[in-house]
């Protein structure tokens, strides 16, 4: 059976030599954290998540440091129990660069992001976000929506699909409420 344009796309990802992807992780490693970029590298990807081809679309590509995230450790008035110096942090890389992208381009909104790939030290993603004065964007019947003003700041406001995912959001396979407190996860039958 034939298949779209898209899944030999998708297809063709899996299956870059890794040759490749790590002579283009240490590129991206030398270049800025967050760097505007002219096409989505995952062409498939970026089409399922709502990208097209036209004015006021904007890809960003973040890059963000891997493992627990540091605090500053106390020096007065606390028991020494207290002194955690790792933190792992309640959000998902995903939501972080969205953040990010948003802080770094504050007259664009996030539409979605995906992963691009990992080294020892990074993760990479690519943001989709919208410029919404643009007359592309208010033209089009599926995007205007995100020029109302309850849509502002989506990503730091945790109404994206990765903040949604790491917020507990979409997880209505259990019998439980749709975001149940943390205390409640294991209480379902007693």
Same mark, same amino acid.
């Given at each position: 059976? @034939?298949?779209?344009?898209?899944?030999?796309?998708?297809?063709?990802?899996?299956? $870059? #030599?890794?040759?490749?992807?790590?002579?283009?992780? $240490?590129?991206?490693?030398?270049?800025?954290?967050?760097?505007?970029?002219?096409? #989505?590298?995952?062409?498939?990807?970026?089409?399922?998540?709502?990208?097209?081809? *036209? *004015?006021?679309?904007? $890809?960003?590509?973040? %890059?963000? *440091?891997?493992?627990?995230?540091? %605090? #500053?450790?106390? &020096?007065?008035?606390?028991? =020494?129990?207290?002194?955690?110096?790792?933190?792992?942090?309640?959000?998902?890389?995903?939501?972080? @660069?969205?953040?990010?992208?948003?802080?770094?381009?504050?007259?664009?909104?996030?539409?979605?992001?995906?992963?691009?790939?990992?080294?020892?030290?990074?993760?990479?993603?690519?943001?989709?976000? /919208?410029?919404? +004065?643009? !007359?592309? $964007?208010? =033209?089009?019947?599926?995007?205007?929506?995100?020029?109302?003003?309850? +849509? !502002?700041?989506?990503?730091?406001?945790?109404? &994206? =699909? @990765?903040?949604?995912? =790491?917020?507990?959001?979409?997880?209505?396979?259990?019998?439980? *409420?749709?975001? #149940?407190? /943390?205390?409640?996860?294991?209480?379902?039958?007693?």
């Amino acid at each position: 059976m @034939a298949q779209g344009m898209y899944h030999y796309v998708a297809k063709a990802w899996k299956e $870059i #030599p890794r040759e490749i992807l790590q002579e283009r992780l $240490i590129q991206w490693r030398a270049s800025n954290s967050i760097v505007k970029v002219d096409k #989505p590298l995952r062409l498939d990807k970026a089409r399922m998540l709502g990208y097209k081809a *036209k *004015k006021g679309f904007v $890809i960003v590509r973040v %890059r963000l *440091k891997r493992g627990g995230r540091t %605090r #500053p450790k106390h &020096t007065h008035g606390r028991k =020494s129990t207290k002194q955690h110096v790792r933190k792992t942090l309640g959000m998902n890389y995903q939501w972080v @660069a969205e953040i990010r992208a948003e802080r770094k381009y504050s007259n664009l909104e996030v539409l979605n992001s995906y992963y691009l790939g990992k080294d020892g030290k990074y993760y990479f993603f690519e943001v989709i976000m /919208l410029d919404p +004065n643009a !007359r592309e $964007i208010a =033209s089009d019947k599926d995007l205007k929506w995100i020029l109302s003003d309850k +849509n !502002r700041m989506r990503a730091q406001r945790g109404l &994206t =699909s @990765a903040a949604r995912k =790491s917020r507990g959001l979409r997880n209505r396979s259990r019998n439980l *409420k749709v975001r #149940p407190s /943390l205390r409640s996860w294991g209480r379902k039958g007693k």
